[in-house]
Nanobody
Framework: VQLQASGGGLVQAGGSLRLSCTAS????????MGWFRQAPGKEREFVAA????????SYGDAVKGRFTISRNNGITTLFLQMTSLKLEDTAVYYC???????????????????WGQGTLVTVSS
């Protein structure tokens, strides 16, 4: 599967942004999907994950209550709705696909098999 992330940009603290990740190639519904982020000089961090059908979701502690992951299998697209953005949310955000299809959902980046190119989110004060 090929993944293309988009929707990043510059936003003020407290604002909102929605990221999208469009999938092409093999069936999107075969994969659990996740979002990760990487800030300059830091390791890649788990943000959120969602099961193949969308019924199970998991979030990193840093974003719980502020971010919402969702997917539309009909248009093979993954979303990340981000609200109440903070300066520390500044990072490159990556979408990823996990073909293991297991639950609980994976929080470890090494478990994901396919990655998008990343989209930059910059939160300003």
């Amino acid at each position: 599967v090929q993944l293309q992330a988009s929707g990043g940009g510059l936003v003020q603290a407290g604002g909102s942004l929605r990221l999208s990740c469009t999938a092409s190639g093999r069936s999107f519904t075969l994969y659990n999907m996740g979002w990760f982020r990487q800030a300059p000089g830091k390791e890649r961090e788990f943000v959120a994950a969602i099961s193949r059908g969308g019924g199970i979701k998991s979030y990193g502690d840093a974003v719980k209550g502020r971010f919402t992951i969702s997917r539309n299998n009909g248009i093979t697209t993954l979303f990340l709705q981000m609200t109440s953005l903070k300066l520390e949310d500044t990072a490159v955000y990556y979408c990823a696909a996990d073909r293991s299809r297991t639950t609980p959902l994976e929080h470890d980046a090494s478990a994901y098999d396919f990655w998008g190119q990343g989209t930059l989110v910059t939160v300003s004060s």
